[in-house]
């Protein structure tokens, strides 16, 4: 059964932007934190970014810091990824993730729910 839905990838021109989407289950959605992975040809799976559920706080990567924002609709069960300046080196396949709350985020925090991915790709 399919809880997380991700939409909206597709190639895009350097500098260019792109809004990914991911549809969850209203379970799945009002108990975790709902995150970004993110995985590139040849390279291991990398933490893109994260929101709590409550606050809302969202965590980064440094390589997206400042040009990707995430946010969530809470009535709607979706969370965003926003992304803005893209850059050729942002090619991936890019996951949406939902977790238990953690200290911190990064590409070790253990994501218990997985989309199947959308794909990004950033011509130069």
């Known amino acids: 059964q399919v809880q997380l839905v991700e939409s909206g990838g597709g190639l895009v021109q350097a500098g260019g932007s792109l809004r990914l989407s991911c549809a969850s289950s209203?379970?799945?959605?009002?108990?975790?934190?709902m995150g970004w992975f993110r995985q590139a040809p040849g390279k291991e799976r990398e933490f893109v970014g994260a929101i709590v559920r409550i606050v809302g706080t969202t965590y980064y990567a440094e390589s997206v810091k400042g040009r990707f924002t995430i946010s969530r609709d809470n009535a709607k069960n979706t969370v965003y990824l926003q992304m803005n300046s893209l850059k050729p080196e942002d090619t991936a396949v890019y996951y949406c993730?939902?977790?238990?709350?953690?200290?911190?985020?990064?590409?070790?925090?253990?994501?218990?729910?997985w989309g199947q991915g959308t794909r990004v790709t950033v011509s130069s």
């Open positions: 209203g379970s799945i959605f009002s108990s975790n934190a």
């Open positions: 993730a939902a977790g238990p709350p953690a200290r911190q985020y990064g590409d070790n925090w253990p994501a218990a729910y």
